[in-house]
């Protein structure tokens, strides 16, 4: 840690740049800006509590609201959660030197104290040595925030499928639960009806969610576990999602077809989709290969068949709970 802590004080100082040992020196005060010891963890902190409660009681207004459809309750909730939580780590963003000021490291080892002290004089010292630290930070920072963007999204996917869920009247703990544990495989994020861990023969639907879906959706196939109808709820055609359905490729939708796994998505995205799966099958039987003809007409089928928007899905989920319900009087 010598040579780190001499290495950043060359940096600091505006010495030659040693772009050889740079990587070593990035991995080595890592800790200061990573983990649940680091700044960034502790300098976002406060700003998910406001930002959940926000979106907690906007969620609930959104699910008493009964002109809002399933499909305009996900659009409008992800498009919130986007614009709420890309404003709060702006915020903290250019806010960083003053908040690493403010920052306790008596908890860091000594190390790594002497390193983000060196940080602090720095910020004090102003000029182009202030600037050098303030570069260093932010660094270190959009790093974090990039990691922090994947897991605030596919937190907000899971709760706006919840929303749903509770929209069309189903409750936690006894109509659906959550990230329920197989004793095979992966944890599933939504299942109808509750169920305590393990117990498959009490499952009517398995639920994955992802907020971005592309080849990735190869990932939620360890949560559709067998015996219930499965499902994959997808933000793909919301504003807050980077990819689209037509992203998702041929061999995964063949399997995903026959495995009759369903796909849920807003229904402008399932129209693009299909729009786009016709002119595809179109193409393939010009070209007359068979198996580009097959695959095609499995995308059609797929997205004709197996594919929900947010609407079908919460009438499905009544229907579940109408079901169970009724087992529960028997």
């Known amino acids: 840690m010598t040579d780190t802590l001499n ?12 772009s050889l040992n740079f990587i070593e020196f990035k991995n080595n005060i890592k800790p200061i800006f990573f983990t649940t010891a680091g700044f960034m963890h502790w300098a976002r902190d406060e700003i998910p509590a406001q930002i959940k409660d926000e979106l907690k009681k906007h969620g609930q207004t959104m699910i008493a609201d009964p002109k809002l459809t399933s499909d305009e309750l996900v659009i409008k909730y992800t498009n919130l959660a986007n614009v709420l939580n890309q404003g709060e780590q702006h915020k903290l963003y250019y806010d960083l030197p003053t908040h690493f000021l403010n920052w306790d490291t008596n908890h860091l080892n000594l190390n790594l104290q002497n390193i983000a002290n060196e940080i602090k004089s720095s910020l004090k010292a102003g000029g182009a040595r202030r600037e050098r630290a303030i570069a260093l930070i932010s660094q270190g920072a959009e790093q974090s925030n990039a990691q922090s963007r994947k897991s605030s999204s596919g937190s907000v996917a899971e709760d706006v499928v919840e929303l749903v869920l509770q929209k069309a009247g189903l409750k936690l703990g006894t109509t659906y639960g959550k990230q329920w544990k197989s004793l095979a495989g992966s944890d599933t994020d939504l299942i109808i009806p509750y169920a305590e861990n393990g117990k498959e023969e009490d499952i009517f639907a398995y639920i994955a969610v992802q907020s971005s879906s592309n080849d990735r959706v190869r990932l939620s196939s360890s949560e559709l576990h067998k015996g219930g109808r499965r499902f994959l709820c997808s933000l793909n ?13 041929k061999e995964l939708i063949s399997g995903y077809l026959k495995e009759e796994n369903y796909y849920v998505v807003i229904e ?5 989709a299909l729009q786009s799966a ?12 068979d ?10 089928t797929w997205l004709t068949s197996f594919t929900y928007s947010f609407d079908d899905f ?17």
């Open 7 to 18: 290495y950043l004080k060359n940096l600091l100082a505006g010495g030659e740049w040693d």
């Open 314 to 330: 919460a009438a499905y989920a009544k229907t579940l709970q109408k079901t169970w319900t009724t087992n529960q009087t028997k």
């Open 237 to 249: 055609g919301c504003p807050s999602s980077s990819k689209s359905t037509t992203d998702i490729g």
């Open 278 to 289: 016709k002119n595809k099958l179109m193409k393939a039987k010009l070209s007359k290969k």
């Open 268 to 272: 402008s995205e399932k129209l693009k």
């Open 291 to 300: 198996s580009d003809i097959k695959m095609a007409k499995e995308r059609v």
